[in-house]
């Protein structure tokens, strides 16, 4: 079984800044992109940001130039460095990643999500 463990949520003043992380662990093959998607109650999930194996980012409008996506792959980890922060950013923030458990069987795993509230 796979799992993504996420961490990192909370409450933070608008301007403030914080780190998201997510650790897959379980019988894991290839780990191939990773990325952050968020909810907001009555909202459709929407992608935050997406890195691919080879570490290369891609960002929705809404946060470029305020929330980067990195990742360790010894680690089998991935982050999200979210500054400047704005009230419209509260959400759940979800883990996902697209793996191989072996070199036939590929899926898309999600975290359990945690909570980000910006707020004053």
């Known amino acids: 079984q796979v799992q993504l463990v996420e961490s990192g949520g909370g409450l933070v003043q608008p301007g403030g800044s914080l780190r998201l992380s997510c650790a897959a662990s379980?019988?894991?093959?290839?780990?191939?992109?990773m990325g952050w998607f968020r909810q907001v109650p009555g909202k459709e999930r929407e992608l935050v940001a997406t890195i691919t194996s080879g570490s290369s980012p891609d960002y929705a409008d809404s946060v470029k130039g305020r929330f980067t996506i990195s990742r360790d792959n010894a680690k089998n980890t991935v982050y999200l460095q979210m500054d400047s922060l704005k009230p419209e950013d509260t959400a759940v923030y979800y883990c996902?990643?697209?793996?191989?458990?072996?070199?036939?069987?590929?899926?898309?795993?999600w975290g359990q999500g945690t909570q980000v509230t910006v707020s004053s």
């Open positions: 996902t990643a697209d793996l191989n458990q072996d070199i036939f069987q590929r899926k898309n795993y």
């Open positions: 379980g019988r894991i093959f290839r780990l191939n992109s």
